[in-house]
């Protein structure tokens, strides 16, 4: 397919070292560049919207072909909501309606990350229901991520995009969930288009899709930076949080919120 024909291909759901990804704003931007053929990029660090406003601002100071949106991965008592398009903080280890609220004061849009998975911090069936029932204003999520290409991530993908087409008719989106850089495009959203407001346009038309390529394998990445991955996730909402919270939130989602 020629370059003028092809969809627009966005990632949006990378990491970097503001939180437990393993590369700085500036290593990604490169990377992203000179080894990928994306047209857009969101960086969304865990509960931290530093990330990415840091790697927009090194983009604004280069050369690049590409368009990075703000985002941020927020940590609702009842699982992980990313957030794109927004440039203010949001509140963490609060019910998924507050921050859906706040989401979209800010013109944001909201995005269920790898829903149905019970191996990491995602919104269940019931918080789902939950939310589509919902009549209050501003809760609503925008779309559902249905690819993912985390080891965890992957998890429940095919039951949540099959749960949409039957119930919530929400826009199916892509991204890599990338904490190395080689994983970084390995999971995408397809868009008419390239740009940001054109990706913005089609996620509220519900014209996007997701689609997955292949991902590196644990010796590409390399044993070593897949340890040291694993600790700084282990850490960073801790060390961000505090313990007591972070324990807090997991035993209620676990016990009360699915």
Known sequence: ??????????????????????????ELLDYVEEETDLDIIAVTDH????????????????RYR????PGVEVTAIEGHIIALFVEEPLPSLRPAQEVLEAVHRQGGLAI???PLNWLTRSLGKRALDRIAASEREGVYLDGLETANQSPGGRLGL???????????????????DAHFLKVIGSAYTEF?????????????????????????????????????????????????????????????RIFSVR
């Open 1 to 26: 397919m020629s370059d003028a024909v092809r969809p627009g291909k966005a990632d949006l759901h990378i990491h970097t070292a503001i939180s437990d990804g393993m590369a700085s704003p500036r």
């Open 47 to 62: 509960d931290d919207l530093r990330g990415a406003l840091e790697t927009r601002e090194s983009w604004a100071r280069g």
């Open 66 to 69: 590409f368009q990075v949106i």
């Open 112 to 114: 269920a990350a790898h």
């Open 158 to 176: 095919k039951k949540a995009a099959a749960l949409n087409r039957e119930r919530y008719h929400l826009a199916e989106v892509g991204g890599s």
């Open 192 to 252: 008419p288009g390239r740009s940001g407001e054109e990706l913005r346009h089609s996620i509220l038309e519900r014209t996007c899709g997701s689609a997955s390529g292949r991902r590196p394998t644990m010796l590409e990445i390399g044993p070593w930076q897949i340890l040291r991955q694993t600790w700084r996730g282990l850490m960073v909402t801790p060390r961000t949080m505090g313990w007591g919270a972070t324990a807090g939130s997991f035993v209620k």
